[in-house]
């Protein structure tokens, strides 16, 4: 069955140090696609990042990078140089064909970061 | 463009009472999908719906049900509430709502159940 892991409940990190959010997906399908959100205190979700199944360059966005490998099925989230404002719950999401091709994503735990001044 | 919109943004019910939240997509999608966020159980999928018709439930009981209108906006009705019910209720949207596209959400209801 589809799941997706986040085993890091909170992780709390001094300004500018360099965190990482781990994220490890179960699938039977070998087409799917998976997505990090940020949920700030206010509680909508934000839209960070997708990757299908058949890319696995890893990819850079300003101080945020994220490597995806399929050895391990997992997808990592790193933030580099942390900042106050990255403090907020972080979830990692997966969406498969096989669940039906449509809008279903199946969330991790989510992973609450505190950065702290 | 504007985003998702949900109203109302907070609410208060007692047991046995029914709610009804509505939700308004991203111009031009026409997928609406519902989830439920809780502490204990985290985001759950609930429905999704795309030309008014439900394409994918799951796994709720009957209590939770949902519309949507030929506008694309869509209302889920929760009847005789419970208090585990109380909740974080999302909405996204997406174009065509497949597997492949970026689900956008909507700041959320949050529904206290006393």
């Known amino acids: 069955a589809q799941k997706v892991t986040q085993a890091q409940t909170e992780i709390s990190v001094v300004e500018k140090e360099d965190v990482t959010l781990d994220c490890v997906y179960e699938?039977?399908?070998?087409?799917?696609?998976l997505f990090w959100y940020k949920q700030p205190p206010s509680g909508e979700l934000v839209f960070l990042i997708r990757?299908?199944?058949?890319?696995?360059q890893n990819e850079i966005s300003g101080r945020y990078s994220w490597n995806f490998q399929k050895s391990t099925s997992s997808f990592n989230f790193t933030i580099t140089a942390s900042q106050v404002v990255d403090s907020a719950v972080y979830f990692c999401?997966?969406?498969?064909?096989?669940?039906?091709?449509?809008?279903?994503?199946?969330f991790g735990q989510g992973t609450t970061l505190q950065v702290k001044p | 463009k504007a985003g998702v919109t949900q109203t109302p943004r907070y609410l208060i019910k007692t047991r046995g009472q029914q709610v009804t939240l509505s939700c308004s997509p991203i111009?031009?999608?026409?997928?609406v999908s519902w989830y439920q966020q809780t502490p204990g159980q985290g985001l759950q999928f609930l429905f999704e719906?795309?030309?008014?018709?439900?394409?994918n439930k799951g796994n709720f009981p009957g209590r939770f049900s949902g519309r949507q209108f030929s506008n694309s906006r869509s209302e889920m009705n929760v009847s005789t509430l419970e208090l585990g019910d109380s909740a974080l209720y999302l909405c996204?949207?997406?174009?065509?709502?497949?597997?492949?596209?970026?689900?956008?959400f909507g700041p959320g209801t949050r529904l206290l159940v006393l």
């Open positions: 996204a949207s997406s174009f065509g709502g497949s597997v492949e596209e970026t689900q956008y």
């Open positions: 699938t039977r399908d070998t087409t799917y696609y």
């Open positions: 990757r299908n199944s058949f890319d696995e």
């Open positions: 999401a997966l969406s498969e064909l096989l669940s039906g091709n449509t809008g279903k994503l199946i």
């Open positions: 111009s031009g999608h026409r997928s």
């Open positions: 719906y795309f030309s008014e018709t439900q394409r």
